[in-house]
C-alpha cells in the first residue's frame, strides 16, 4: 500500500498522559499536514510542514501540541498533559505540487478517559 | 470568521438517481475548492477540485459547479451507487493556508 498511514490506528489513554502519533506520508511527498476531527465535523487544521520545515503552527490547539517531521519524511504529533477534550481522530495528509489536492491516512482515533 | 458550509446535513437517494450536494462558502480570495468523500473509519478520500478561475470541471460521474457571484459550489453525482454513501465535505484552499473544511452532508443510497 503506497498510501498515508498513521499509527497507531487507536489509542486509550488516561487523563494526564503522553501520547505520540506517527505519520508516514506517500513517499515523494514533500508536504505534510495534520488535522483533528471531532465527531459531525469537518478535519481541522492543526499544522503543516515543508520538507522538514514547519511552515505553520499557529493553528495547534495549545502549546501541549507539538509536531515533528525531522528528516522529512515521516511525521510525528505528540500530545502532553491529555486532557478529556483532546478525545477526536487525529488525521494525517500529503501532498506534492498542488497542496490542494491533499491525501488522508486513515487517522488515529484518540480517546481520553 | 470565513468558514465553508453545507446546506443540507443529509440527502438521501435511489440508486441510480443523480445527487446534488451544495456548499457555501464565504471567503472569496481562495485559490480551490475541493470535494472530499469520507466512508466510516476512514479518512477523507479526494474526489475532484476546481480552480477559482473556473465555473464547472468534470471527473469520472462527478462534475463541480463553481457560482462565484453567489459563492456557492456544488457536487453531481451521476448514477448514484449504493457505494457512494458518505459523508462529503467541501473545502477550501487559498495558497499559504491550510484546506478549510465545511461540516459534511451524510448521503444515504437506497437500492
Known amino acids: 500500500d503506497t498510501g498515508v498511514s498513521q499509527d497507531p490506528r487507536h489509542k486509550i489513554t488516561k487523563r494526564g498522559q503522553n501520547v505520540t502519533f506517527r505519520c508516514d506520508p506517500i513517499s515523494e511527498h514533500n508536504r505534510l499536514y495534520w488535522y483533528r476531527q471531532t465527531l459531525g465535523q469537518g478535519p481541522e487544521f492543526l499544522t503543516y510542514f515543508q520538507n522538514e520545515a514547519q511552515l505553520e503552527k499557529s493553528r495547534l490547539l495549545s502549546d501541549r501540541f507539538s509536531a515533528e517531521r525531522p528528516k522529512g519524511s515521516f511525521s510525528t504529533l505528540e500530545i502532553q498533559r491529555t486532557e478529556q477534550g483532546d478525545s477526536a481522530m487525529y488525521l494525517c495528509?500529503?501532498?506534492?505540487?498542488?497542496?490542494?489536492?491533499?491525501?488522508f491516512g486513515p487517522g488515529t482515533r484518540l480517546t481520553v478517559l | 470568521g470565513e468558514s465553508v458550509g453545507l446546506h443540507l446535513p443529509t440527502l438521501s437517494v435511489q440508486e441510480g438517481d443523480n445527487s446534488i450536494i451544495n456548499c457555501a462558502y464565504s471567503n472569496s480570495a481562495s485559490d480551490y475548492f475541493i470535494w472530499y468523500k469520507q466512508e466510516s473509519g476512514k479518512g477523507p478520500q479526494f474526489i475532484i477540485d476546481?480552480?477559482?478561475?473556473?465555473d464547472k470541471r468534470q471527473g469520472q460521474r462527478v462534475t463541480v459547479l463553481l457560482n462565484k457571484t453567489v459563492k456557492h459550489l456544488s457536487l453531481q453525482i451521476a448514477a448514484t451507487q449504493p457505494g457512494d454513501s458518505a459523508v462529503y465535505f467541501c473545502?477550501?484552499?487559498?495558497?499559504?493556508?491550510?484546506?478549510?473544511f465545511g461540516k459534511g452532508t451524510t448521503l444515504s443510497v437506497s437500492s
Open positions: 473545502a477550501e484552499y487559498q495558497a499559504g493556508t491550510a484546506l478549510i
Open positions: 476546481i480552480r477559482s478561475n473556473m
Open positions: 495528509a500529503s501532498s506534492l505540487q498542488q497542496p490542494s489536492r491533499q491525501f
